[in-house]
């Protein structure tokens, strides 16, 4: 309880300090999808910082934070309850199961336990990415002034299912992440084990290398999101989404914000170390 506290507290500290980051990144991943953005006033690289600050002000940088910090609890426990069991499904106690094996076994635990817990916590990241993608100055401007304000607003348009755009997309991507995530730390830890540094530098791999390969698909997320509430939206799904950005953006606009957001991989790689030490009692 102890270890899983500190993991959840470690990820809850890590999205405060990198706030200001996470919402540049969503800034820039998904601003092509936002209709308070004109094509002409897009941001560009890194001075979207200093025109969040001068347009939005200080606080603006934790827009979205707060639902951002509150996912790491269902995410993190619903991953441990679940994945416990799917690997003892898997036979991964099992001392005779290694190499590829061994890897895939993690990868798909990892990966069912990730999107149970998306499903779950779904609505909270919504939440988070419209509240965060609001560049409204002034609560006049703004397009929420609240997450009650989010959740009345498009329930009332959309109902139910207005909060759950681009999830099949999304668990796709969850799937992938979370077992890459997981799955190739489990699996190849214990070569590295009695080094902190080694240990360390696996793990920022680990977590780098999952960013890397699932960015794409966590960019056609947010897009999708963005869609709720229009009456004219950019894409009919999440597939749409992608051959659309394709034609129009090709194979950058699906890595919008990448290089900003590999700064956020650190606390990802102290929660994946902790939740290594609770994983061995």
Request: proline share 4%; hydrophobic share 40%; net charge positive.
């Amino acid at each position: 309880m102890v270890a899983l506290t500190s993991t959840v507290l470690s990820k809850s500290i890590s999205t405060l300090n990198h706030a200001p980051i996470s919402r540049a990144v969503l800034l820039l991943q998904c601003q092509n999808s936002s209709t308070q953005i004109k094509p002409e006033n897009r941001y560009n690289g890194f001075n979207v910082f200093s025109r969040i600050y001068k347009e939005q002000g200080l606080l603006s940088f934790w827009r979205g934070n707060l639902p951002a910090c509150l996912k790491t609890i269902p995410v993190f426990v619903l991953h441990r309850w679940f994945s416990v069991p799917l690997k003892n499904l898997f036979g991964l106690k099992d001392p005779n199961k290694a190499g590829m094996k061994k890897f895939l076994a993690n990868l798909t635990a990892g990966g069912l336990a990730g999107t149970i817990s998306l499903m779950i916590s779904y609505p909270i990241e919504f939440c988070r990415v419209r509240m965060a993608m609001d560049v409204g100055a002034t609560p006049k401007e703004r397009m929420f002034n609240s997450y009650s304000h989010i959740w009345s607003k498009i329930s009332n348009s959309e109902g139910l299912k207005g909060f759950y755009k681009g999830l099949p997309v999304s668990i796709i991507g969850i799937f992938a992440y979370r077992g890459l995530y997981f799955g190739l730390f489990d699996t190849f830890k214990t070569l590295v084990s009695q080094n902190f540094f080694m240990m360390w530098l696996f793990a920022q791999g680990t977590t780098m290398s999952a960013m890397i390969l699932t960015y794409p698909l966590n960019t056609v997320k947010g897009r999708m999101m963005m869609q709720s509430g229009r009456k004219n939206p950019q894409y009919k799904n999440s597939f749409d989404s992608i051959k659309t950005i394709a034609r129009k953006e090709g194979i950058r606009g699906f890595y919008g914000g990448l290089g900003v957001s590999l700064i956020t991989s650190t606390g990802a790689t102290i929660a994946l170390m902790i939740y290594s030490s609770f994983d061995k009692k």
